[in-house]
């Protein structure tokens, strides 16, 4: 990459915390990638290591009540982000039997030995789920995980040939392929209850959910620019560039632009909490955690992991 662009790091005016338990779900992290996820090459169990996933965690659910359930938030992070880079460039016949039975196994089915190694991993984090949330909750959990398998098959037009979405259809698929929504389910083990799905689903929630969606996803093409950069097409930066004719500094600029009206429309509603009756005081608790989420993957990228410099990220071929 050209070393005289000025490409600026996101700066957000929310809280940086990190759990006390850090180092512990860290190493935690680092066993899971080595026995759990054993079935892939010691190339990629090494970069995964390197990412440091359990940081990761650690900073976006920093008050976890009880250590369990930071483990279960660290697990079903590590899986996803896992699953994510090893199918991306599958067929699109492959990528629907996946989403198919990955929504079997959350609503019960137990693996089976021809299961692909991912799903015997999901169904012990959705065991532990079940463990502590009714299952309103796991449903609504479910149903976010869903739509982030099945945002996969819609990236298929697009990766491995560099094809570029336009600007309108690229923001609506990329607040599903962050896959960031089953996660800020998670806040909800932070709260010791869970929110009713009048709340949870409730206008003003749901563009809470879009608005971190989309702001995640930008912070993350921020820092994957120069992993994506001829090999991933799916980029904010990059549909920009492409689409308005602009040099890459004049495109991340504008990127820029995007993310901070995003921001700003966040802070307005974190700021507005509506009168939720008896739930109001745990939806202005959740409301908290998600600026501390947004916040927690900033500080990730920044201070933790080399997942996104040269090397240390997955290229096709890899797996």
């Not at 700066?11 to 759990?36: G, H, M, N, R």
């Not at 970069?47 to 660290?74: T, V």
């Not at 982030?148 to 309108?168: D, H, N």
Request: aromatic letters at 14%; hydrophobic letters at 40%.
């Amino acid at each position: 990459m050209n070393k005289d662009l000025a490409l600026p790091l996101p700066l957000y005016p929310f809280p940086s915390l990190i759990s006390p338990l850090s180092e512990q779900i860290a190493a935690d992290t680092v066993k899971w990638i080595e026995e759990d996820f054993c079935f892939l090459n010691d190339k990629m169990q090494y970069k995964y290591c390197k990412s440091n996933f359990g940081k990761l965690s650690a900073r976006c659910l920093p008050d976890m009540p009880a250590y369990e359930r930071l483990q279960i938030a660290a697990k079903f992070m590590l899986w996803g982000t896992i699953f994510d880079d090893y199918f991306e460039f599958k067929p699109l016949d492959e990528l629907v039997l996946l989403h198919d039975r990955a929504m079997q196994i959350l609503e019960g089915s137990v693996p089976t030995q021809t299961d692909s190694p991912f799903f015997p991993i999901l169904a012990g984090i959705r065991d532990s789920l079940q463990a502590l949330m009714p299952p309103s909750w796991l449903k609504r959990f479910s149903r976010n995980v869903g739509i982030w398998i099945a945002s996969m098959q819609e990236e298929v037009p697009y990766k491995g040939i560099m094809r570029f979405p336009s600007l309108s259809n690229f923001e609506l698929l990329r607040e599903k392929t962050i896959g960031i929504q089953a996660y800020l389910d998670l806040i909800e083990l932070q709260l010791g209850g869970c929110l009713p799905d009048a709340v949870m689903l409730s206008p003003y929630m749901k563009e809470l959910y879009r608005l971190v969606s989309r702001i995640s996803a930008w912070c993350n093409d921020f820092f994957s620019i120069e992993k994506d950069i001829d090999r991933e097409p799916l980029n904010l930066v990059l549909v920009l560039q492409q689409e308005r004719g602009l040099p890459l500094q004049e495109a991340y600029n504008d990127a820029f632009v995007i993310h901070n009206r995003d921001v700003a429309e966040f802070m307005t509603l974190q700021a507005a909490v509506p009168d939720f009756g008896s739930y109001t005081a745990d939806v202005k608790r959740f409301v908290y955690y998600l600026g501390i989420m947004i916040q927690g993957q900033n500080d990730w990228y920044q201070i933790d992991t080399l997942r996104y410099k040269q090397g240390g990220f997955p290229e096709k071929g890899n797996f």
